[in-house]
C-alpha cells in the first residue's frame, strides 16, 4: 500500500512540475532598451544616426507587440560634404522621428534567422517578425505609400547575461530609409508576469 502511495505522490510531482514548466513558457515577459547605430551611406540622406527607446512585450498567447520611438539626423560623415551638413547649424541636419509598433506578431525561439553578432550571441532568444507601421515625424512615413515593410526584431545575449543585444532589421520600402542592414540595440530590462 505504501508503494502505491509513493508512486502516486511521484506522479503527481511530475505533473506538477511539468505544468510549472508549461506555466512558466506562457509567461507575459516585458524587454525594454534602447536603439544605438547608425544607417548605411548608401541610403538617401545619410548616413543617419538613429536613436531612441525600444520595448518588446511577449504574451501567454504566443504573440507579441514591439515598439520603438526614434530619433534620426544626419551624423558627423554628412560634414565630409559640406552642402549637406553646416556643423555650426544643427537644422542642416535634418532631424526627425519615426514611431514604429508591431503588433499581434507570431513569436519563434529560431535565433539562427538573426543577424550575426560579433562576439557572436549564444544561448536562447527571441524572434519577431511581422509587417510594421512607421511614421515619420507624426504622419505615415514617406516610404509607407510604397508599400508595407516587414521588420525582423532579435533579441539575444550570453553565458552571462542571457537577453543583452536587440537587432531591427526592415524589409521593403523601409529599407530606403533605414538600410537592409541591422540597427543594433541593446537590452536594458526584462520583467515577467
Not at 160 to 175: D, I, K, Q, R, W
Request: neutral net charge; contains cysteine.
Amino acid at each position: 500500500m505504501k508503494i502505491r502511495h509513493r508512486r502516486a505522490f511521484f506522479g503527481i510531482a511530475l505533473a506538477l512540475a511539468a505544468g510549472l514548466a508549461l506555466a512558466q513558457d506562457l509567461r507575459i515577459v516585458h524587454f525594454k532598451g534602447v536603439v544605438n547605430d547608425y544607417s548605411p551611406s548608401t541610403v538617401s540622406g545619410g548616413t543617419w544616426e538613429i536613436r531612441g527607446p525600444w520595448s518588446l512585450d511577449v504574451q501567454r498567447t504566443g504573440t507579441a507587440n514591439f515598439t520603438a520611438d526614434l530619433t534620426m539626423e544626419t551624423s558627423d560623415y554628412g560634414i565630409t560634404d559640406s552642402t549637406q551638413v553646416d556643423p555650426t547649424n544643427p537644422a542642416t541636419r535634418s532631424p526627425h522621428t519615426h514611431h514604429i509598433s508591431i503588433t499581434n506578431a507570431t513569436v519563434s525561439y529560431d535565433t539562427s534567422v538573426c543577424p550575426a553578432n560579433s562576439p557572436a550571441t549564444t544561448g536562447s532568444g527571441v524572434v519577431v517578425t511581422s509587417t510594421a507601421i512607421t511614421t515619420g515625424n507624426g504622419s505615415p512615413a514617406a516610404f509607407e505609400a510604397k508599400g508595407a515593410s516587414t521588420l525582423q526584431v532579435c533579441i539575444t545575449g550570453g553565458s552571462t547575461v542571457e537577453f543583452s543585444n536587440m537587432s531591427l532589421v526592415y524589409t521593403g520600402p523601409a529599407t530606403t530609409h533605414f538600410g537592409p542592414q541591422a540597427i543594433h540595440g541593446v537590452v536594458t530590462q526584462v520583467s515577467t508576469k
